[in-house]
């Protein structure tokens, strides 16, 4: 009975990857021409505004493709930290990513329309997500090390997993930053308080997570 658990257990975790990796093949095998300028809008905005101006059915399907490639990735992360074996908390962590997301998402877009700032809301909604896209892509082999390698190597994948982490949020910080108060000439007191709620708060969740 045990051993039967272990492996249900461990099925749970296989699909999962096994769904990251046919997200990663779909994007490498059909998309990966947006997806590329999707990634590369990381460390050079000319390609996220390249990304942005060839807005399409394409574009789209990277966006969800991406989406859920992120959201798989970090609910393995996630229930490592925790050590969720269940299917049913595993599904709640899933549940959970998302929602945070879409909550995410849906309080941009409430504030632009609230302060009629629609451009900026899908801005601040793009290089938001984009920085967790990226990590999201980033992280499958990690993942993979860290529920199927030969030996225990949990932790020093998970701090390097939070390290990735820290390093995308210090630039995502830079850029929504640089473009609130450059582009749109927000006052920084509403920019600060955005950043600390919905983009630092859940990476110290993370980070003690990891070390303690």
């Given at each position: 009975?045990?051993?039967?658990?272990?492996?249900?257990?461990?099925?749970?975790?296989?699909?999962?990857?096994?769904?990251?990796?046919?997200?990663?093949?779909?994007?490498?095998?059909?998309?990966?021409?947006?997806?590329?300028?999707?990634?590369?809008?990381?460390?050079?905005?000319?390609?996220?505004?390249?990304?942005?101006?060839?807005?399409?059915?394409?574009?789209?399907?990277?966006?969800?493709?991406?989406?859920?490639?992120?959201?798989?990735?970090?609910?393995?992360?996630?229930?490592?930290?925790?050590?969720?074996?269940?299917?049913?908390?595993?599904?709640?962590?899933?549940?959970?990513?998302?929602?945070?997301?879409f909550f995410k998402i849906g309080l941009i877009k409430l504030l632009g329309f609230i302060l009629k700032t629609k451009d900026l809301s899908k801005l601040a909604v793009f290089f938001s997500m984009l920085f967790d896209r990226t990590l999201g892509f980033i992280l499958f082999p990690l993942v993979v090390l860290l529920y199927f390698f030969s030996f225990e190597v949990s932790?020093?994948?998970?701090?390097?997993?939070?390290?990735?982490?820290?390093?995308?949020?210090?630039?995502?910080?830079?850029?929504?930053?640089?473009?609130?108060?450059?582009?749109?000439?927000?006052?920084?007191?509403?920019?600060?308080?955005?950043?600390?709620?919905?983009?630092?708060?859940?990476?110290?969740?993370?980070?003690?997570?990891?070390?303690?």
């Amino acid at each position: 009975m045990a051993l039967s658990k272990i492996f249900f257990n461990q099925d749970i975790f296989f699909a999962l990857l096994l769904v990251s990796f046919f997200l990663i093949a779909l994007l490498k095998g059909l998309y990966w021409k947006h997806a590329k300028l999707l990634f590369m809008g990381v460390f050079a905005q000319r390609y996220a505004n390249q990304f942005l101006r060839e807005e399409n059915a394409f574009t789209e399907r990277v966006n969800a493709i991406t989406f859920f490639l992120m959201s798989i990735n970090f609910t393995l992360i996630v229930s490592k930290i925790t050590e969720s074996v269940e299917l049913r908390t595993v599904g709640l962590i899933f549940i959970y990513v998302i929602v945070f997301f879409f909550f995410k998402i849906g309080l941009i877009k409430l504030l632009g329309f609230i302060l009629k700032t629609k451009d900026l809301s899908k801005l601040a909604v793009f290089f938001s997500m984009l920085f967790d896209r990226t990590l999201g892509f980033i992280l499958f082999p990690l993942v993979v090390l860290l529920y199927f390698f030969s030996f225990e190597v949990s932790t020093i994948v998970l701090v390097i997993s939070f390290v990735l982490f820290l390093i995308l949020i210090l630039m995502k910080l830079f850029w929504l930053w640089k473009i609130g108060t450059n582009s749109f000439g927000l006052p920084q007191f509403y920019i600060f308080l955005y950043l600390c709620t919905l983009e630092i708060f859940p990476l110290l969740i993370l980070g003690k997570g990891v070390f303690y």
